[in-house]
């Protein structure tokens, strides 16, 4: 065990929560000097001219983020695959900008000849991150959820200085006649560390578009001294014998009787509201050799094999995250990890500083992902696809 919490080194940080590191670099903090240096360093890390804009407010976001007035024809590029895996077809160009071209986090769901994007967005006036909504009839052309209470097609507020003061890292998915939407959140302290501890939390909706939260406690919260013992974000959920099972991302840097990191943990449901956390997590860095960091930001899909697949982001340190993916027969592993990762940056385009959080739909003979692409000076929603199957005999 650690006597003296860990600092989370900047690229361990949760996608979304890149974002509210930038803001808080920019717009101050605590007197903690550990909490500053990550403020520092993760606004180092982070599109230098997006922290310059927003510490600008919200006239110069408007003037200098919005979106393009049209979208934008996109090349591909094929990307390198390993013997026995379909390689992947990457769009060059942003399927989805959002307001300020500060997105990402995107999950997306079927609904009818509907496509739904929950993504985490960004509210100018609270200077964090908020989560909204955003609709498409082929997946590549998006435009807002017809909702706006300041924010474009935000789908729920948040509740200042309760725990959800800050939303993060949706999870959207149907169950029936029920939308369910799930969200990380936590109190905004001005920076990663501070902000400790962040919970999921959930909300309901019969259409898809007004969302009621699910009492005012999270669903899941941490555990103190568990491998999530700091921070769950990134919430996964796939149906299996019977039941529910969430994959999700949890953090341990301050009290670590087992080691501190990111670690893919799991819990199980049978109506999605109560959760029973599985001990161990189902995979972790030293599981995956193609990761230097380890693994986050996971999206399980069942595929028509009957197997299951993780998409899943390979934190790279210093250099550009990339995706991979792996497959087991359920949804705890043991894992049959693809050797080489699916999707990597391209140098002078939208992602180059990185591609993370993956969310995927097997449809129409296809592997569909949307994904965060980190730029110079932008955070936007890029898309890719392979050919199903995905894994060869």
Known sequence: MHSTPLRPAPFLLPAALALSAVLSACGGGGPDDQAQTLKAEAAAELPAAAATTLAAGPTMQAQGFRRPTAPV????????????????????????SGPYNLIGDPSVVRDGSTLRMAYNCYDPMRHQGAVCEALSSDGLNWTDAP????????????????????????????????????????????????????????????????????????????????YDNDAV?????????????????????????????????????I??????????????????????????????????????????????????????VARSATPFGPWDINPTPILSGTAGEFDAKGVVAPTVL??????????HGFGDSTIRIGYAEAPWPLRQP
Not at 73 to 88: I, L, N, R
Not at 207 to 222: A, C, M, N, Q, W
Not at 364 to 371: A, L
């Open 271 to 324: 109506d999605g509201r109560s959760w029973t956390k599985l001990p161990k997590p189902i995979l972790s860095k030293a599981d995956v050799s193609i990761a230097k960091d380890g693994v986050a930001e996971a999206d399980i899909v069942k595929g028509p094999d009957g197997y299951f697949y993780l998409f899943m982001t390979l934190l790279q340190g210093d250099a550009p995250h990339q995706i991979g």
């Open 147 to 226: 909702l706006n209470d300041g924010i474009a097609g935000r789908l729920i507020q948040s509740r200042p200085g309760e725990w959800d003061d800050t939303h993060e890292t949706p999870l959207i998915i149907k169950r029936g006649a029920e939308t369910l939407l799930y969200f990380s959140g936590y109190v905004n302290k001005g920076g990663f560390v501070n902000s400790f501890p962040a919970y999921v939390g959930l909300a309901t909706s019969t259409d898809g578009l007004h969302f009621t939260r699910y009492g005012s406690e999270p669903v899941i919260k941490t555990t103190p001294g568990g």
């Open 73 to 96: 024809a996109s090349s591909t590029v094929k990307q390198p695959s390993s013997v026995g895996w379909s390689s992947w077809t990457k769009n060059l160009k942003p399927t989805f």
């Open 362 to 371: 097997i449809e129409g003979g296809k592997v569909r992902m949307w994904f």
């Open 233 to 269: 974000f990134s919430p996964s959920i796939v149906e299996h014998d019977g039941q529910l099972v969430m994959i999700y991302t949890g953090h341990c840097w301050t009290n670590c009787p087992n080691g501190a990191g990111v670690f893919l943990l799991a819990a199980t449901s």
